[in-house]
């Protein structure tokens, strides 16, 4: 992974840029292993399914397009697909795009100050490289 600034996120066919400073982390989804201890002092693996995330971004909003609006919206699944998530997809400074289906998560709070607006993308299953 090449660090740097985030390019661009992309929530339901809409472009947010993301603040430079940004420092956003990625988990890809899948599983998390779990060893638990048996009373002879072997062990066993308990794999749990988790989806993917992406939390810590900090988006540009602008109101004249409605951008927190927009967010909110999505956060509520207002007219989300059957399956209650939408696409989405962020492009990193190494220029690799990662895609998924997920919502929004975290309070939708946006800065007067910045034109910024911080919040994580979650969702089912895992990234997909594009």
Request: glycine share 16%; hydrophobic share 35%; net charge negative.
């Amino acid at each position: 992974m090449s660090g740097g600034s985030i390019e661009a996120v992309e929530i339901r066919g809409r472009g947010f840029a993301v603040a430079a400073d940004a420092d956003a982390t990625r988990k890809f989804g899948g599983f998390e292993n779990e060893v638990q201890m048996n009373g002879d002092g072997t062990g066993r693996v308990v794999k749990t399914r988790v989806g993917w995330a992406i939390t810590g971004l900090t988006l540009a909003i602008d109101d004249v397009r409605g951008d927190q609006e927009f967010l909110q919206d999505i956060a509520d699944g207002k007219d989300a697909d059957p399956d209650g998530f939408y696409s989405m997809s962020v492009t990193f400074a190494s220029g690799a795009t990662y895609s998924g289906r997920g919502i929004v998560t975290d309070a939708v709070e946006g800065s007067s100050q910045n034109s910024t607006l911080g919040c994580s993308l979650m969702g089912p299953g895992k990234l997909t490289k594009q």
